[in-house]
């Protein structure tokens, strides 16, 4: 499942994209805002792989809303606007859908997502250890952590979010099962079902 936002300041274009979203069986709705802002206080809590974001919203537009983003999710730009278009794929919108949208054109945008992400998926077993180290994919990278850095591991549904010592939290697509199974028993104890 491709876990999913809607960012729109319009509230039937908001539920229009939220019930599209319900309606195609890969993709997940976690949250529905109104402005940037509520959008923000998800991504801090919730992992989101795909944001539906209108541009022209009051405050802080989408498009400077996805450029302050240190490790933005994905981003599919839904606008009556066609003239940012170019901007939209400079910050590697994977695609760009005109208002008013039809369901025949969310679902094949949807697709394109979806071939996307089946292209860049992570699968467990690209997880690989030694007896200091794991390498795991975030971020579309892989990221050599050391096991002296992590502090814990919080399980997050789907997703992990390992706590380093020096650095901020790295979040990845694995199960607290398999992530348990690669660390060394000597050295991590599963304290807390998360």
């Known amino acids: 499942m491709i876990r999913c936002i809607a960012i729109d300041d319009e509230p039937l274009a908001l539920r229009q994209i939220a019930d599209y979203v319900k309606k195609t069986p890969f993709l997940e709705l976690v949250g529905q805002c109104e402005s940037a802002f509520q959008a923000i206080e998800i991504l801090e809590n919730i992992p989101v792989d795909l944001m539906y974001v209108d541009i022209n919203m009051p405050d802080l537009n989408g498009m400077d809303f996805v ?11 839904v606008t009556a606007y066609s003239e940012y278009a170019l ?3 400079r910050v590697d919108a994977i695609d760009y859908l005109l208002k008013p949208i039809s369901y025949v054109d969310f679902l094949k945008s949807a697709n394109k997502v979806k071939t996307w992400f089946d292209s860049h998926h992570q699968k467990s077993d690209e997880v690989r250890s030694n007896k200091d180290f794991l390498f795991i994919k975030s971020d579309y990278k892989l990221l050599r952590i050391n096991f002296d850095d992590i502090k814990y591991i919080e399980g997050m ?10 650095a901020k939290p790295v979040m990845t697509l694995l199960s607290m099962k398999s992530v348990e199974e690669i660390l060394p028993s000597d050295r991590f104890m599963r304290v807390h079902r998360s």
């Open 157 to 166: 549904s789907e997703y992990i979010r390992i706590h380093l010592t020096s």
């Open 67 to 77: 450029k302050t983003l240190e490790n933005p999710p994905k981003i599919v730009f």
């Open 87 to 89: 901007e939209g794929f």
